[in-house]
């Protein structure tokens, strides 16, 4: 249902209206990202809070916006304390990293968060200029076209130095 949030928005907006649908999202917020509960509940009550001064819609459309901030917080949080996440994730098929993997998956962690500055600006300008449609497409289309993008170019990216290295 996360995945699909934007087209069932789409589609169900005409017929429920904004809040309940707003209502849905923030709580399908808090919800879908354990790892982040004090951020993504924050979000959530933020985003109710736009929909309490009178922008439902707002609020609704600005769900991409918190998963993009939410998920910028957990990634540059983790470059910080512990293990910053890319490593965690690498660490689970080569435990014994190599340091020049360590510093790899720094950088793709930086990137990551890039990625989601970029994410998240490109949705909070749908949600504030664009319509319903063109909110729909980037959010529920392009936005996961983007990420799977930046995985397939990771992925290329890391196999082609593991060759260079051995």
């Given at each position: 249902m996360a995945l699909a949030w934007p087209v069932l928005v789409f589609v169900l907006h005409?017929?429920?209206?904004?809040?309940?649908?707003?209502?849905?999202?923030?709580l399908l917020l808090?919800?879908?990202?354990?790892?982040?509960?004090y951020l993504a509940t924050l979000a959530a009550a933020l985003l109710l809070a736009l929909g309490g001064l009178g922008h439902a819609e707002l609020g609704m459309?600005?769900?991409?916006?918190?998963?993009?901030?939410?998920?910028?917080?957990?990634?540059?949080?983790?470059?910080?304390?512990?293990?910053?996440?890319?490593?965690r994730l690498a660490r689970l098929h080569?435990?014994?990293?190599?340091?020049?993997?360590?510093?790899?998956?720094?950088?793709?962690?930086?990137?990551?968060?890039?990625f989601f500055v970029f994410n998240?600006?490109?949705?909070?300008?749908?949600?504030?200029?664009?319509?319903?449609?063109?909110?729909?497409l980037y959010n529920g289309?392009?936005?996961y076209a983007l990420i799977a993008m930046m995985f397939a170019g990771e992925w290329l990216l890391r196999h082609r130095l593991r060759r260079s290295l051995s």
């Open positions: 005409d017929r429920l209206g904004s809040w309940p649908l707003l209502a849905i999202g923030a808090a919800w879908r990202m354990p790892q982040a509960r459309r600005a769900y991409p916006v918190a998963v993009s901030i939410v998920m910028l917080a957990v990634f540059l949080s983790s470059l910080w304390r512990g293990m910053p996440i890319v490593e080569d435990p014994d990293l190599p340091p020049a993997g360590i510093r790899y998956t720094r950088r793709v962690t930086w990137a990551w968060c890039g998240g600006t490109i949705a909070c300008w749908t949600a504030l200029y664009a319509d319903l449609a063109t909110w729909t289309v392009i936005s």
